[in-house]
């Protein structure tokens, strides 16, 4: 079964800081352009970040400097790293694979999606 299953989430102060994960099962997350999304109430999914062959590339400008995605290979995972959280960063974040090793910001050019994890950031 192809699966992602993102983990990582939850509530945190603002300056605060999470990692999130997305490991999948059953194919192999290398060589495939790998992206972060976020979907916060009321608004409509957007791509945050992607990393493949040729390096990550940002689609938010609201989070360059802050979020880090990373690979390890090994463990057929992607990470996110958020730092100096925002109230404004509160969203569900999902991970999605492509087939290919082409990034984009549109989730219709992804196939692999997994459940998505709740990022909360309030005082």
């Known amino acids: 079964q192809l699966q992602l299953v993102e983990s990582g989430g939850g509530l945190v102060q603002p300056g605060g800081s999470l990692r999130l994960s997305c490991a999948a099962s059953?194919?192999?997350?290398?060589?495939?352009?790998i992206g972060w999304f976020r979907q916060a109430p009321g608004k409509e999914r957007e791509g945050v970040v992607c990393?493949?062959?040729?390096?990550?590339?940002y689609y938010a400008d609201s989070v360059k400097g802050r979020f880090t995605i990373s690979r390890d290979n090994a463990k057929n995972t992607v990470y996110l790293q958020m730092n100096t959280l925002k109230p404004e960063d509160t969203a569900v974040y999902y991970c999605?694979?492509?087939?290919?090793?082409?990034?984009?910001?549109?989730?219709?050019?992804?196939?692999?999606w997994g459940q998505g994890t709740q990022v909360t950031v309030s005082s």
């Open positions: 059953g194919f192999t997350l290398n060589y495939r352009a």
């Open positions: 999605a694979a492509g087939t290919s090793n082409s990034c984009s910001r549109y989730a219709y050019a992804y196939d692999y």
């Open positions: 990393s493949n062959r040729a390096g990550t590339t």
